[in-house]
T-cell receptor, first 110, second 114 residues
Framework: GQSLEQPSEVTAVEGAIVQINCTYQ??????LSWYQQHDGGAPTFLSY????GLEETGRFSSFLSRSDSYGYLLLQELQMKDSASYFC???????????FGQGTTLQVKP | DVKVTQSSRYLVKRTGEKVFLECVQD?????MFWYRQDPGLGLRLIYF???????EKGDIPEGYSVSREKKERFSLILESASTNQTSMYLC?????????????FGEGSRLTVL
């Protein structure tokens, strides 16, 4: 089977740093993506890790460890607008098929 | 800008009706996807198409079928709608291959089956 596990909820204060973890089990694995979704909106792509290590894009960073079947999304200098759901997704075939986790709801408080 | 357009934002159907959800993308993407999203369950893959007339079942294909006659269009069909198919349906597209992980989503179609 294929599954991705992430925490259901995370709360943090404005200006803080938060890490959202994701562990995965897939029959084939090519890389890990992260998506953001605001209430009522469509998911939007944040980052992709095809290789082990850290990828940085502005305030957001994403990390992958293939040996641990684990990744995380790191959000720095949190802003109120970062309150949203965050999904990890595994590319599970060489055609680009994506399987998503259940999502983590991040609430940023003043 | 990549645009993925879903034909209906909101639909209300009756149990047993046949339902068509249409999705069109304008970026010449090889891959197209249909997901459903329910609270607490994330996005679950219904079907995936990696080329015209090519399809692959996702995690929850039961009760659904798909059609991809043209590269830009991917249709989801509910042959006989049931109340447990009330959900938000999201279409997405991407380039072929496993090296970007980037999907482009439509705005979603919220289906209510009475």
């Amino acid at each position: 089977g294929q599954s991705l596990e992430q925490p259901s909820e995370v709360t943090a204060v404005e200006g803080a740093i938060v890490q959202i973890n994701c562990t995965y089990q897939t029959s084939g694995f090519y890389g890990l993506s992260w998506y953001q979704q605001h209430d009522g909106g469509a998911p939007t792509f944040l980052s992709y890790n095809g290789l082990d290590g850290l990828e940085e894009t502005g305030r957001f960073s994403s990390f992958l460890s293939r040996s641990d079947s684990y990744g995380y999304l790191l959000l720095q200098e949190l802003q109120m607008k970062d309150s949203a759901s965050y999904f990890c997704a595994a590319t599970s075939s060489n055609t680009g098929k994506l399987i998503f986790g259940q999502g983590t709801t991040l609430q940023v408080k003043p | 800008d990549v645009k993925v357009t879903q034909s209906s934002r909101y639909l209300v159907k009756r149990t047993g009706e046949k339902v068509f959800l249409e999705c069109v993308q304008d970026m010449d993407h090889e891959n197209m996807f249909w997901y459903r999203q329910d609270p607490g369950l994330g996005l679950r893959l219904i079907y995936f198409s990696y080329d015209v007339k090519m399809k692959e079942k996702g995690d929850i294909p039961e009760g659904y079928s798909v059609s991809r006659e043209k590269k830009e269009r991917f249709s989801l069909i509910l042959e006989s709608a049931s109340t447990n198919q009330t959900s938000m349906y999201l279409c997405a597209s991407s380039f072929s291959g496993a090296n970007t992980g980037e999907l482009f989503f439509g705005e979603g179609s919220r289906l209510t089956v009475l």
